[in-house]
């Protein structure tokens, strides 16, 4: 069976064409920076690489793009687009409509449309992608997997807010978490690998959106993010924690409509806030030159991550291990290393040359008299996704 999988991103779409069972991939890429001027398209068969610099405004031309390559004559994959015979989507918000993976139908499109006002930055991309291949792949059946669905077991102590029941019983409003696939994959993929020492264990998502977990024995028990992908770790154009009261400041003394204070929070805080720049390759790199910016927003980035760590390991009393995941949880040592730094209370001890050394798979950065293991895992959303699609369906 022929699936391919696509995650829209908040400013990306990755995709994989993957034959399952057998999990052989076919072929994978990535349509990075979409929305900027000189957006980049990666392309990889096992025979060829390809890398396009286009204009790509928004997510559908990106896959469109994505789809011409498929096809492409010489490079393509597949000869007509009828090959595909599931397409699975990343849906960031399924709000408690939606605790497993499910075939779309036009009552979960509009749910998807009814909970794009909790994400906004992702529930539109997510259900236009949808659309597109609804379109292209008219013979496919489209399945949605919800980032919503590995934190169903959050008990209620950790998923409530404290604000009249009401709230919470007639309208849902309660912490739902995200980037449910990844947390999911990267915490069975350590738990595989700690056996049995990984009962107690916190995934750290770091990409354009962050996130971390508390994983106790394999279950999701309290997360960052909240009712919408906004509470938390500070991200690439959102604040993550704030006092509310901010808003109200906001908008009673400083004039400021509701929807400028949500783009405010949503679009233009966070890192770009802090630096002008939402990319963290070129934070790093203004940093490196001497930017205060640049050095103090990589401060309170790591400085948030770590206030997480105390609290999760508080949460689970101890912990086997961390785990550090996605653009910048596997790519940037710096960050790496500013989280693990004067940790040694909690029994973190990161190995400093380790920590440098890149490589494609699963790696220890932890010293050997580290208590707590520290790990790098490349998070496969797409591959737990294909899992998840061709589970429902054979
Ligand atoms: P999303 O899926 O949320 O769009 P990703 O997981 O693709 O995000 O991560 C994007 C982030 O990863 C960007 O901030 C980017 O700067 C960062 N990133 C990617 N490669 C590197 C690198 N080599 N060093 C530092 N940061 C990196």
Do not use: W
């Not at 998070?379 to 054979?394: C, D, G, P, R, V």
Request: hydrophobic share 40%; charged share 20%; with cysteine.
């Amino acid at each position: 069976m022929k699936i391919l999988i696509i995650n829209s991103g908040s400013s990306s779409i990755k995709f994989q064409l993957m034959d399952m069972p057998s999990e052989t991939l076919i072929c994978s890429g990535l349509v990075e920076r979409i929305g900027y001027q000189f957006a980049t398209i990666n392309y990889k068969t096992g025979k060829t690489t390809i890398q396009h610099t286009h204009n790509i405004e928004n997510h559908k031309q990106g896959l469109r793009k994505v789809v011409d390559l498929l096809l492409d004559k010489e490079n393509g994959v597949i000869a007509k687009t009828d090959e595909i015979e599931v397409v699975g989507h990343r849906v960031v918000h399924g709000g408690n409509s939606f605790s497993d993976t499910t075939l779309i139908t036009s009552e979960v499109k509009a749910k998807i449309q009814q909970y794009a006002a909790l994400a906004p930055l992702h529930n539109p991309g997510n259900l236009e992608g949808i659309l597109v291949a609804e379109e292209i792949f008219p013979s496919a059946k489209q399945v949605a997997i919800f980032d919503t669905a590995f934190h169903q077991t959050i008990p209620e102590k950790a998923k409530k807010y404290a604000i009249p029941n009401a709230l919470y019983e007639e309208h849902g409003i309660q912490v739902y978490g995200f980037h449910g696939t990844s947390h999911q994959y990267v915490s069975e993929k350590a738990i595989a690998y700690l056996k049995p020492k990984a009962t107690k264990i916190i995934t750290i998502h770091l990409g354009n959106g962050c996130s971390m977990t508390a994983v106790k024995d394999g279950k999701s028990i309290d997360h960052t993010l909240g009712f919408t992908p906004s509470n938390g770790l500070i991200m690439g154009s959102r604040s993550g924690d704030i006092d509310h009261a901010i808003i109200f400041h906001l908008v009673n003394n400083l004039n400021y409509t509701l929807d400028e204070v949500k783009t405010l929070l949503t679009n233009k805080s966070g890192m770009l806030g802090l630096t002008g720049h939402m990319d963290l390759r070129d934070i790093q790199a203004e940093a490196e030159k001497g930017d205060k910016d640049c050095i103090l927003a990589l401060t309170m980035n790591a400085y948030r991550i770590k206030k997480y760590i105390g609290s999760y390991a508080a949460a689970m009393n101890g912990l086997d291990a961390i785990i550090f995941t996605a653009g910048i949880g596997e790519n940037s040592s710096v960050i790496r290393k500013m989280v693990c730094e004067d940790m040694d209370f909690f029994g973190i001890i990161l190995d400093e040359a380790k920590n440098e050394l890149r490589s494609e798979g699963l790696r220890e950065i932890n010293t050997a008299s580290s208590k707590v293991k520290v790990l790098v895992i490349p998070t496969n959303e797409e591959l737990e996704i294909a899992k998840q699609a061709f589970e429902l369906l054979s």
